[in-house]
């Protein structure tokens, strides 16, 4: 039998789905940025990624259409107001792709983990390699214009060693020891990630036209500069930088280039993409410290997700994934 004949399971649908509204929405934000560049070398790999998801977009649409399901609402030119001053500096809109680029490969990677149409394995395929192929760019151009943050340096230990104590997990009030270097892996990514909510919050507050979104926004501001502190106090406990912030990257602009739609639901998407990055930290610490700091970050992650839950539905503006058939109330119809 043809592969390409045999139906999308649910979780491919589901893939489908989330990579088509992460797509658009990440779409108006370059198209926006890209307007606003003046660095002809950022601007250049700006109009890549924007064509790059055009051609994945009309991909994901054949598929989606192809099984019988509506194409998505997502995102698209309604949610950009064209001309409007620029909200963001060169060097931040660059920062931005790199994140997003990192947010697109590990979707990616999900996507083509639980896909078993070929056309489909292939299709996530192509789409790892254009987000490998981005943030090589990405990371050589900030290397380059001397804005790419790397993580702390270590100095190599003589010989291997074995844990000898149970002290190893200590790690309240300067006891016991100090960071391992797989414990800095989640501390650095999701300070970068919190970095990046704490700017997009004050920029979008600025210019978004309803007072309960910008409510939302300025909670949002708190808790991730809230977040930052924590971690940032870990390491510099152990003396090791963190990264620099970047709301002064932000202007003074009062003019939204974006719905606020858009906006609240960017703040969404990056506060449940940090639950699972958060969830990966908790995972690999090993100091009591680092536990309790990761709980205290996922529950309150966790109240600001059902805010923003609470928001986007009363302003119908959350769209709803393809559901499961309801077997009880096909049957009601049949009385």
Known sequence: MD????????????????????GTMTDVVNKYMVTIIEDEEIKILF?????????????????????GFPTPIGFNESDLFKGK?????????????HIMTLHGLLGHSTSLGVSVRKDLRFFYDT???????????????????????????????????????????????????TLAATEIISISFNLKKSIMAKTLSIAFSQVTQSKEVRKFLTDVEKTSDGQIKT?????????????KSWETEVTTS???????KLMLYH???????????HGAGLASAMRTDLVAAYEGTILNNLRVTKNWFDLMVQNKW??????????KEIAKERK
């Not at 909200?87 to 920062?95: A, E, G, K, T, V």
């Not at 981005?134 to 060693?161: C, S, V, W």
């Not at 998407?269 to 639950?275: I, K, S, T, V």
């Not at 959350?318 to 077997?327: D, H, V, Y």
């Open 47 to 67: 109009e890549e990624a924007i064509k790059t998801f055009e051609k994945q977009k009309q991909q994901i649409t054949t598929f989606i259409e192809n099984e």
């Open 127 to 177: 789409c790892d390699n254009d987000a490998k192929k981005m943030y090589h760019q990405t990371i050589e151009l900030l290397l380059e214009k001397g804005n790419f943050q790397r993580d702390p340096l270590f100095y190599p230990a003589n010989n291997p060693q074995y844990v000898s104590s149970k002290n190893f997990k200590d790690g309240f009030f300067g006891k016991g020891r």
């Open 231 to 243: 971690f940032a106090k870990i390491m510099q406990t152990d003396n090791l930088p963190v990264p």
């Open 3 to 22: 592969e390409t004949k045999k139906k999308l399971t649910s979780s491919e649908i589901g893939t489908l789905w989330g990579e088509y509204i992460f």
């Open 254 to 260: 009062t003019e939204s280039p974006f719905s606020d």
């Open 318 to 327: 959350l769209e709803q994934p393809p559901l499961a058939p309801n077997r």
């Open 85 to 97: 001053p620029r909200l963001f500096s060169d060097i931040f809109c660059l920062n931005y792709l």
């Open 267 to 277: 703040m969404g998407f990056l506060f449940q993409a940090a639950q699972n990055y």
